[in-house]
């Protein structure tokens, strides 16, 4: 029995992935995952390799992997120590294997970087609403800045590979460069720092995705701690020889959320995940998922350093979503718009701490309003005008895009919901470019919506044909059973607020006290549903 028990130990350990706390001599193996040429990428590793071994005092191996799914398996198996990872490979792995992040790589001073849609010089394609019927090339389909960011960017306005003539995976990212170059694609997707290389060349960006956090440096997760700390303050205190060469910065993992996002939106791969004790802020999906992140993500870490809880954003598929989230008490906060606020209020599930201060469109205020929107050339001039069109809403839980014009519209005698086809676009964004592209007769939209589609359609082709009045902003709430004293901490955090720089990107200029006289006001108008 004993002989059996100790065979299958044997067993066992064969299975087990191998201890990374190891004798000095020992090499600490980094392994490399290039999305470019891969003697690029070992020269920018190459200085770094030789500060390690002298600062630590043990020899370091270069090593390269020719895609993400064979460096994860490495790592997960403990065959190597550390890897330069994609943001996305990033994601998953830390899911997978629970990978512990390192530090992530600061490239000409910025820990962040872009995506970008790449035309020739000599293209006719402006805006990226130009590129449907044409040929893409994309990169691996594991790659943030090759796949993942540029269908996120063709997702908000409505596009996917179907709409293209021909679509190839190219792998590397100077290919998609060059397969635009020499006439194989029209259009191509890769970094920005890729881009650049090309420029000279014949490349001009037609499209910028928002900012993805840069690659970053993993270990393995059965490296020792103690080794793991030594490493990263050895990183962290490394100084760049020469231009080329990267340095390193703090990671963060929430950071990476963003990366989480278009992973599950594109592929379905949920690998979102909240740490024990974290504050959930919920937002109403008014943009898309990508929008959203790059504009509350700085609230979501100022209310973090202000009450010393970890904030992390919810970002819910659609509005449908976030009212179930809210009203199971899935969340701690919520932040929505009135009508929705009035709707969970109703039900008991919010309460609001501050209103928000935004510039609706010239000045500061505490309230916003809605459009109706046409094509420059639409034959619309009039309200009546609209009986019996084809017109997109955001959501019939949408304020500033439905209820506010419906309020409008019912004072001049029409009932939109019938007198209308309805459709719901769920998105701002899609509301806009519906009615840009002549598939929607015009289009209902908060005000702030068209600063927002500028960078997607020519706004000079729309024309707005009326606005409605101006209602309460959007309540910031806390879910009724959320903590007192930490409700109280997040009110005190947001009326502080002096210099709202940093929600410059949400059109945000600040919060003041709940206005609850208005809102009531608003609620003796509309009909909660």
């Given at each position: ?75 997960g198996q403990?065959?190597?120590d ?32 872009r ?60 290919l ?6 020499v006439?194989?694609?029209d259009v ?18 037609i ?20 080794e ?46 909240y ?14 998922p ?47 718009n ?6 969970l ?34 034959a ?14 955001v ?42 592209r ?6 209902f ?34 879910y009724?059973e ?18 709202p ?22 609620k ?5 549903e």
């Amino acid at each position: 029995m004993c002989i059996g028990i100790l065979g299958l130990m044997q067993a066992l350990f064969l299975f087990l992935p191998a201890s990374r706390a190891v004798a000095a001599d020992d090499p600490l193996t980094l392994l490399l995952v290039p999305v470019e040429e891969e003697n690029v990428v070992f020269r920018q590793f190459l200085p770094v390799k030789h500060y390690l071994e002298k600062r630590l005092n043990r020899r370091v191996e270069l090593d390269i992997a020719h895609n993400a799914e064979a460096a994860l398996d490495r790592l997960g198996q403990g065959q190597v120590d550390l890897a330069y990872l994609d943001p996305s490979a990033y994601c998953e792995g830390k899911s997978m294997y629970q990978l512990h992040p390192v530090a992530k790589v600061v490239k000409n001073g910025e820990g962040q970087y872009r995506s970008v849609l790449v035309v020739r010089d000599d293209s006719q394609v402006e805006k990226i609403v130009q590129i449907p019927g044409r040929s893409l090339a994309l990169g691996n389909t594991r790659s943030s800045s090759a796949y993942l960011m540029p269908l996120a960017m063709l997702q908000e306005i409505k596009l996917d590979l179907e709409d293209f003539s021909q679509v190839g995976f190219l792998q590397k990212e100077d290919l998609v460069a060059l397969s635009v170059l020499v006439r194989d694609y029209d259009v191509g997707a890769m970094s920005q720092e890729v881009a650049r290389k090309y420029l000279p060349y014949g490349l001009r960006i037609i499209k910028k995705s928002e900012k993805l956090p840069q690659f970053i440096i993993s270990s393995a997760p059965q490296m020792d701690v103690e080794e793991r700390n030594a490493l990263q303050t050895a990183l962290l205190e490394y100084t760049p020889q020469d231009f080329d060469t990267v340095s390193f910065a703090e990671a963060e993992d929430r950071e990476y959320n963003v990366v989480r996002i278009m992973l599950k939106n594109i592929t379905g791969k949920d690998y979102l995940a909240y740490p024990e004790g974290a504050v959930k802020l919920a937002l109403l999906p008014l943009y898309s998922p990508i929008t959203l992140d790059k504009m509350f993500a700085p609230l979501a870490e100022y209310l973090t350093q202000e009450t010393g809880r970890e904030f992390r954003l919810v970002i819910p598929r659609d509005f449908e979503e976030f009212v179930s989230i809210v009203s199971n008490g899935e969340v701690d906060f919520a932040y929505q718009n009135p009508y929705v606020y009035l709707l969970l209020g109703q039900r008991g599930k919010l309460q609001s701490l501050v209103t928000t201060i935004s510039p609706e469109p010239e000045t500061s205020r505490e309230e916003f309003r809605g459009v109706i929107l046409v094509r420059k050339d639409s034959a619309i001039s009039s309200l009546e005008d609209l009986k019996g069109k084809d017109i997109m809403i955001v959501s019939r839980r949408s304020a500033g895009g439905y209820r506010f014009q419906k309020i409008l519209l019912r004072q001049h005698g029409i009932d939109i919901a019938r007198e209308a086809r309805l459709e719901e676009g769920k998105k701002h964004e899609e509301v806009v470019l519906s009615v840009y592209r002549g598939e929607a007769d015009a289009g209902f939209v908060r005000e702030a919506a068209l600063q927002v589609a500028k960078d997607i359609v020519d706004t000079s082709d729309l024309r707005v044909l009326a606005t409605t009045e101006y209602y309460p902003n959007w309540p910031f709430a806390a879910y009724t059973e959320t903590d007192a004293d930490l409700v109280a901490k997040v009110r005190s955090a947001l009326l502080a607020i002096e210099d709202p720089a940093f929600l410059e990107e949400a059109r945000i200029n600040g919060f003041t006290q709940s206005q609850m006289k208005r809102l009531q006001q608003l609620k003796e108008k509309v009909v909660l549903e």
